[in-house]
């Protein structure tokens, strides 16, 4: 019978220790809660700071290509605008050849013309002083001399005058 009472005493004990309900502590679990809703909210602040990271990241990259892009743009503008300033210089310079050499033309047409003039008045004066008899020999030959030095001058700017209306047309 000590062997029956020591098997339901045994029993017993046993149900005791197994019908005990574990208590939960309420104030654990919101603690629990608590750190669990802490560490949440922790990780999404972190993805959020990481996304605005990432964000303004993408935008100052975005920023400086844009920058550099003016930049560029800028760049191109200047070199244009040195491009275009160069040919009207270029173009300005061609004007004022063409119109140097007009003058060069015109001018060497002028010289022609009072060489000419200057070399009519000349053999009239020879041709009057020869009728009248008034010439010596060196002096005939002075005359003779002078004419022909202008006659030269006159094929001297003829040629000058060539010249000149050829770079005129080159020019043109």
């Not at 029993?11 to 309420?26: G, K, P």
């Not at 935008?59 to 920058?67: C, I, P």
């Not at 002028?110 to 000349?122: G, H, P, S, V, Y």
């Amino acid at each position: 019978m000590k062997i029956n009472f020591l098997i339901l005493l045994g029993l017993f004990s046993l149900q005791s220790a197994l019908a005990q309900e574990t208590v939960i502590d309420s104030v654990k679990v919101k603690q629990e809660k608590l750190v669990q809703e802490q560490q949440k909210a922790e990780k999404e602040r972190i993805k959020a700071e990481e996304k605005q990271i990432k964000e303004s990241q993408k935008a100052e990259r975005e920023r400086q290509k844009a920058l550099k892009e003016a930049e560029k743009a800028q760049k191109q503008a200047e070199r244009a605008q040195k491009e275009a300033e160069k040919e009207v210089k270029k173009a300005e310079r061609a004007v004022a050849q063409r119109e140097k050499a007009k003058k060069n033309t015109e001018k060497a047409k002028d010289r022609i013309a009072n060489n000419k003039k200057d070399l009519e008045k000349d053999k009239e004066k020879f041709e009057k002083l020869k009728r009248k008899g008034k010439l010596s020999a060196d002096d005939e030959l002075k005359w003779r001399e002078k004419i022909l030095k202008k006659e030269n001058k006159a094929l001297e700017l003829q040629m000058d005058l060539e010249k000149a209306e050829n770079k005129l047309r080159k020019l043109e």
